[in-house]
T-cell receptor, first 112, second 112 residues
Framework: SQKIEQNSEALNIQEGKTATLTCNYT??????LQWYRQDPGRGPVFLLL?????KEKRKERLKVTFDTTLKQSLFHITASQPADSATYLC???????????FGGGTRVLVKP | DGGITQSPKYLFRKEGQNVTLSCEQN?????MYWYRQDPGQGLRLIYY???????QKGDIAEGYSVSREKKESFPLTVTSAQKNPTAFYLC???????????FGSGTRLTVV
């Protein structure tokens, strides 16, 4: 069966450190992968998209890697700040079916 | 400002009632989506529409219905056939030439 797995345990990290989140998938052939941020009671906000032929993407303090052999994406927040505290969702897009499927999300808590 | 508006923010439904959740966008996006989110879980796709007057079932369409009579609007009806409707409902839109999805702020539906 198809699965998108993100660590369901919250990630507690000290301000200034790098937070690394993992998104693993099985039985998907995604054309691209996206990462979103979601604050409590709000809709997700798009952060980054990485295509199947790209290894790495950066945006300010964010970095995403995509390894289609390992079927894994890593999401890094460098120099983390308390304002980065939120839930981060990964999502896969498959051309077959033409839809975006989300993982369960990982909550990040950055302590001052 | 362009965006996507969901209303109401909170909705209470009695057993056996149908309720309709509103979703309007002024982003000129072609595609619109409805997702359901349960506590501590990711988003699950209910219905989506790529073009006016056409829509497809997502992964959990049973007990829901939609219409797409205008490009800007994609209302979701939660029918009495939906046995466990209490959840956070998110509407999203997407330009087929764009990157990430744009989400509304959500409607929290509670059965009383």
């Amino acid at each position: 069966s198809q699965k998108i797995e993100q660590n369901s345990e919250a990630l507690n990290i000290q301000e200034g450190k790098t937070a690394t989140l993992t998104c693993n998938y099985t039985n998907y052939s995604p054309a691209y992968l996206q990462w979103y941020r979601q604050d409590p009671g709000r809709g997700p906000v798009f952060l980054l998209l990485i295509r199947e032929n790209e290894k790495e993407k950066r945006k300010e303090r964010l970095k995403v890697t995509f390894d289609t052999t390992l079927k894994q994406s890593l999401f890094h927040i460098t120099a983390s700040q308390p304002a980065d505290s939120a839930t981060y969702l990964c999502a896969l897009f498959q051309a077959a079916g033409n839809k975006l499927t989300f993982g369960g999300g990982t909550r990040v808590l950055v302590k001052p | 400002d362009g965006g996507i508006t969901q209303s109401p923010k909170y909705l209470f439904r009695k057993e056996g009632q149908n309720v309709t959740l509103s979703c309007e966008q002024n982003l000129n996006h072609d595609a619109m989506y409805w997702y359901r989110q349960d506590p501590g879980q990711g988003l699950r796709l209910i219905y989506y529409s790529q073009i006016v007057n056409d829509f497809q079932k997502g992964d959990i369409a049973e007990g829901y219905s939609v219409s797409r009579e205008k490009k800007e609007s994609f209302p979701l009806t939660v029918t009495s056939a939906q046995k466990n409707p209490t959840a956070f409902y998110l509407c999203a839109s997407h330009s087929l030439r764009g990157n990430g999805y744009t989400f509304g702020s959500g409607t929290r539906l509670t059965v009383v």
